[in-house]
């Protein structure tokens, strides 16, 4: 049986990257309203939403494809590794969903009000 490289850090990894990706929508709605404020007239389907939802949904199929890739180690690993890749398959989830759900306003709601 091959070994399954496993690390603390995918505990974490998760909600970083979903951290990441939190600042970056807020910044990047921001700086697009300051620089390049789309017309009132277009809505809540703006170049600023669309780029943000593009970003979010390649943030949340990251984050649930890491939570795939780990609940598939976990049926190799042993141990602390089984433990620890389970709860890093649960934490890359609930960051994805988490993605998500703060992105759906995207869809109804103007950037730059």
Do not use: D, E
């Amino acid at each position: 049986m091959k070994p399954v490289n496993y690390s603390a850090w995918h505990l974490v990894t998760g909600l970083i990257v979903w951290a990441v990706w939190f600042i970056v929508v807020y910044a990047g709605a921001a700086l697009g309203c300051q620089w390049a404020p789309p017309s009132p007239a277009a809505g809540a389907l703006n170049w600023i939403n669309l780029t943000l939802l593009g970003v979010s949904a390649v943030t949340a199929g990251y984050l649930g494809y890491c939570a795939w890739l780990s609940w598939q180690m976990k049926r190799s690993a042993t141990g602390h590794g089984r433990f620890t890749l389970s709860l890093a398959a649960g934490g890359y989830l609930a960051a994805s969903v988490a993605t998500v759900a703060i992105a759906l306003p995207l869809l109804g709601i103007p950037p730059c009000m």
